[in-house]
């Protein structure tokens, strides 16, 4: 039986992992790596991918860049979300405020220091990556448009940092970003319907607090209708993308399914089951990159 004393390390780790959102960062890592094995880098051997140092130094910088934003993020809204999310809230507090703050400078110290591993560009990249991260949970995410636009594009960051490394400028990698920053633009915006208590009540001007329910129903109708153009873009015959033309014909149907539901929802059970049913289109496409070439790893070993 554990002790009282090993016990509260499991909790602070627990919290921790709550904190930095443990789940989202291992997801991320994947998807980085699938990202570069079958669509940044399709022609290198899965082995050279697989092994090569400098894209392992910055998939790591990134998660720690990226944990360190969810430190910083959690630190500034402590009181918003007491209201929001009061059981996950009683998790994350097993660790101090300031015992978050030194290791959100930790981990952005070690985000740098493994960037200058590969270039100084790498460095000013991350130093950049890192102020925007800081810069949003203190002052941009409280400002409606403002914060939803910023948000999504530090979304989709990390993998403009393995685009960049590649140098693969091909238009399938745009219009694949295109469509994850749709969705992700859509599932910040169901957030904020989501978390509109805290946020009126902490003076967040987010779209729900400033223009109303009604109006980001709306915009969010008006972004699920765009998700449509990178979809027929990407299931014509215009790019190889295998069998993953499946699962855009299945996002499309769940975002239907959502944008039905959407309308219906007043509560913030309702808009926390809309937000998970995001969360789970962006996971199941993650792994869904593995249908565009289901023999690589059989023909690109050697």
Known sequence: MLSRKNKLVLLKLASL??????????????????ASIYILAPEKPLREVLFD???????????FAIASGYLINNFYDAEKDLI??????????????KTKLAIYFILNFLSVILASYVSFKAVIFFSLFIFFLWLYSHKLKKYPFIGTLVAS????????AVFVYYHNFDMVIFVHATFLFLIISIRELTK???????????????????????????????????TLIPTLILISNKFEIGYMHYYFLLSFILMIIFLFFLWKSSSKLQYTLLHNLLKLIIVIGVFSILLIDIDVVLNRVL
């Not at 992992?17 to 699938?34: D, E, H, K, P």
């Not at 594009?153 to 403009?160: C, E, G, R, V, Y």
């Open 192 to 226: 904020d319907l989501e978390n509109l208590k805290g946020d009126l009540t902490q003076d967040y001007h987010t779209i729900p607090v400033v223009y109303g329910v009604k109006v980001s129903k709306v915009i969010l109708s008006l972004l699920v209708a765009l």
């Open 53 to 63: 140092v400098n894209l392992f130094v910055l998939v790591i910088a990134c998660t």
């Open 17 to 34: 992992f709550s904190v930095v959102r443990g789940y989202n960062i291992l997801i991320l890592f994947i998807a980085q790596y699938l």
């Open 153 to 160: 594009i530090l979304a989709i960051t990390p993998f403009f």
């Open 84 to 97: 929001n999310r009061p059981h996950k809230t009683l998790l994350d507090n097993y660790i101090s405020q």
